[in-house]
């Protein structure tokens, strides 16, 4: 897929998967290095030395609603905001604003190389871990960004019900229950619970979807009448 030009303040839905669609996390350790490497790698300035970053060997001290703080000597100077995230067992989906010349690329190119070396180094192998580089598709209309976040926050249901994606989801209060649980997405920051609320930016998506109650409710009939909206989501897939 050729990479759309990328543009300052504009959004962009961009994803990845692990290469011959291998397992990119494999525990909660590996989920909470990403998370951090969100929010570490979204600088201008140089990767700060692995002296001085949150070391994840001691994964309690991720287990609080924020990250650690990270003692810095300079404030961050942002390359994107994170609209809304999501990590599933072999790959993961971003909604990213770029508010920085080559902000996404530089993000990404941090992001994709720092938590290779983790997995690599932690798993003893050697080599690529994504499928290629990033796929990035430009968000141009708003009902498509409103999908989007839908989209990307309903994926974990791939987990317990896949069948949400062909309209045979039986029990929407179930499944909601369920992302209610799901703590490796944005959805809970959302949804009004605070999860990991220094990663994102909730400001462009609350104008957008509304307050927590009024996006629970809309995500709910999102659900209950899935098959009106087939060609999106066949459009956001990974495949």
Known sequence: MKKPAFVNNEVYHVYNRGVEKRLIFGDDKDRFRFIHDLYEFNDLLPILPSNVRLGLRNPALCLGVELPNIERKNKRELLVEILAFCLMPNHYH???RQIRDGGIIKFMQKLGTGYTNYFNLKNERVGPLFQGRFKAILVEKEEYFRHLY??????????????????KLNDHKKALEFLGSY????YLDYKGEKNF????????GTEILGNEQTYNK???????????????????SLE
């Open 94 to 96: 971003l909604l990213l």
């Open 150 to 167: 839908n989209y990307i926050h309903v994926n974990p249901l791939d987990l317990v019900v896949p069948e949400w994606r062909e309209n």
């Open 183 to 186: 703590r490796w997405s944005s």
């Open 197 to 204: 609320p220094s990663v994102i930016s909730k400001k462009l």
């Open 218 to 236: 809309d995500l709910n009939e999102w659900l209950s009448d899935i098959q009106k909206f087939g060609e999106e989501i066949a459009q956001l």
